[in-house]
């Protein structure tokens, strides 16, 4: 099986009062590793996924440096004018990543 090619692992999630994602943890791809965990808010992670940049959602193995257990990817989809971020694949009214713990 083909190995999935990503830039990003979202590790955990903020979401702010109104059900939109005020910050998240990730790791991000830096040439055949990945970074230590950053912080980026909605605006910036919404500019990455617009320019073309996959992430997934999914946890560092712990001692494996960049080996991850990853989960389903994030997408950025409008509906109504109203952009969202999730991993259903469709576009609803609040901001959700399924299976990411809240810090």
Do not use: C, N
């Not at 190995?3 to 979401?15: H, L, M, N, S, T």
């Not at 946890?59 to 991850?68: G, L």
């Amino acid at each position: 099986m083909p190995k999935a090619k990503f830039d990003g692992v979202i590790e955990a999630v903020r979401y702010t009062p109104d059900g939109r994602i005020a910050l998240v943890r990730a790791y991000e791809r830096r040439g055949a590793t990945f970074s230590d965990h950053v912080l980026i808010d909605r605006q910036a992670l919404i500019e990455r996924l617009k320019k073309g940049k996959r992430f997934v959602v999914g946890q560092r193995k712990a001692y494996w440096a960049s080996t991850f257990e990853i989960g389903k990817p994030v997408g950025y989809h409008t509906r109504d004018g109203k952009g969202v971020i999730t991993t259903d694949g469709q576009a609803s009214e609040k901001d959700f990543l399924a299976g990411v713990p809240i810090f």
